[in-house]
T-cell receptor, first 111, second 119 residues
Framework: EDKVVQSPLSLVVHEGDTVTLNCSYEVTNFRSLLWYKQEKKAPTFLFMLTSSGIEKKSGRLSSILDKKELFSILNITATQTGDSAIYLCAVKLTAGNKLTFGGGTRVLVKP | GAVVSQHPSRVICKSGTSVKIECRSLDFQATTMFWYRQFPKQSLMLMATSNEGSKATYEQGVEKDKFLINHASLTLSTLTVTSAHPEDSSFYIC???????????????FGPGTRLTVL
């Protein structure tokens, strides 16, 4: 059975701190890994990672994939209160477009 | 960018009634849409894949007679929760698949979700 596991489940930090979120997976026929940010409503897309070792960056957020060790990390530097959200990772397989989501990490950034 | 809407955003109903939720792709055609449910403090769980013009594909453990899916047009899929019970209370989110074309990635765009409360 395909499995996507995120850690930690939740964390609380203060503004300006750096946060590292983990996503590990055990799936057959891996194609890509996606990161989403979910505030009150629908998830919004952050990154899609397909190749190992290539960092993707968007402002204070960055992410990298390790296909040998089967995990990805999402980094947020200089956190702001607006970064408070649930961060979800999902894996897409080679067949079809279904996404298998991890359990999410709830991040709370305090002022 | 691609926009997906859901209606209603929130619904409260009595136990035993049926509730219909709509998912629309507003500026693109989507032959494939997905329905997820999300319990409080949990992740999204895929319920079914909605295919335009054909039957939906349900994930293991999801009752197809309870969660009826109709994808009658290229921009609309509906999920009907039949004979709803309190345990069906959840956040239901749809996504619509925007095809990337030959050699390009297909992308799922999510709707804003529908919060269902069954009393």
């Amino acid at each position: 059975e395909d499995k996507v596991v995120q850690s930690p489940l939740s964390l609380v930090v203060h503004e300006g701190d750096t946060v590292t979120l983990n996503c590990s997976y055990e799936v057959t026929n891996f194609r890509s890994l996606l990161w989403y940010k979910q505030e009150k409503k629908a998830p919004t897309f952050l990154f899609m990672l397909t190749s190992s070792g290539i960092e993707k960056k968007s402002g204070r957020l960055s992410s990298i994939l390790d296909k040998k060790e089967l995990f990805s990390i999402l980094n947020i530097t200089a956190t702001q209160t607006g970064d408070s959200a649930i961060y979800l990772c999902a894996v897409k397989l080679t067949a079809g477009n279904k996404l298998t989501f991890g359990g999410g990490t709830r991040v709370l950034v305090k002022p | 960018g691609a926009v997906v809407s859901q209606h209603p955003s929130r619904v409260i109903c009595k136990s035993g009634t049926s509730v219909k939720i709509e998912c629309r792709s507003l500026d693109f055609q989507a032959t494939t849409m997905f329905w997820y449910r999300q319990f409080p403090k949990q992740s999204l769980m895929l319920m079914a894949t909605s295919n335009e013009g054909s039957k939906a594909t349900y994930e293991q453990g999801v009752e197809k007679d309870k969660f009826l899916i109709n994808h009658a047009s290229l921009t609309l899929s509906t999920l009907t929760v039949t004979s709803a019970h309190p345990e069906d209370s959840s956040f239901y989110i749809c996504s619509a698949l925007l095809r990337g074309g030959v050699g390009l990635t297909d992308t799922q765009y999510f709707g804003p979700g529908t919060r269902l409360t069954v009393l």
